[in-house]
């Protein structure tokens, strides 16, 4: 296992959430989309280089752009 952004896995692929750097402003927008720290999460696509992130948390599919899915720092599961 080891420690990847979210936007540096592979498409299907799952990890945990080990931590989300930002301030408060943007941990409680998480925290309200379900995305906290130690949470399985999976990525299902990446839209270009620097293009949207689509990941899947608990039964729901959310859309993040890439800044803010860089923040987000997964273990991943190979």
Same mark, same amino acid.
């Given at each position: $296992?080891?420690?990847? @952004?979210?936007t540096q896995m /592979?498409?299907?692929? /799952? +990890?945990?959430?080990? #931590? !989300? %750097? +930002? ?7 998480? $925290? %309200? $989309?379900?995305?906290?720290? +130690?949470? #399985?999460?999976? /990525? !299902? @696509? =990446? !839209?270009?280089?620097k293009g949207p992130v689509a990941i899947?948390?608990?039964? @729901? ?9 860089? /923040?987000?720092? !997964? #273990? @991943? =599961?190979?």
């Open positions: $296992m080891k420690k990847i @952004s979210l /592979k498409g299907k692929q /799952k +990890g945990i959430i080990l #931590e !989300i %750097s +930002g301030g408060p402003g943007l941990q409680n927008k998480f $925290m %309200s $989309m379900g995305i906290y720290k +130690g949470r #399985e999460i999976t /990525k !299902i @696509s =990446h !839209i270009g280089l899947k948390v608990g039964r @729901s599919v959310l859309v993040l752009g890439h800044g803010v899915a860089n /923040k987000i720092v !997964i #273990e @991943s =599961h190979d």
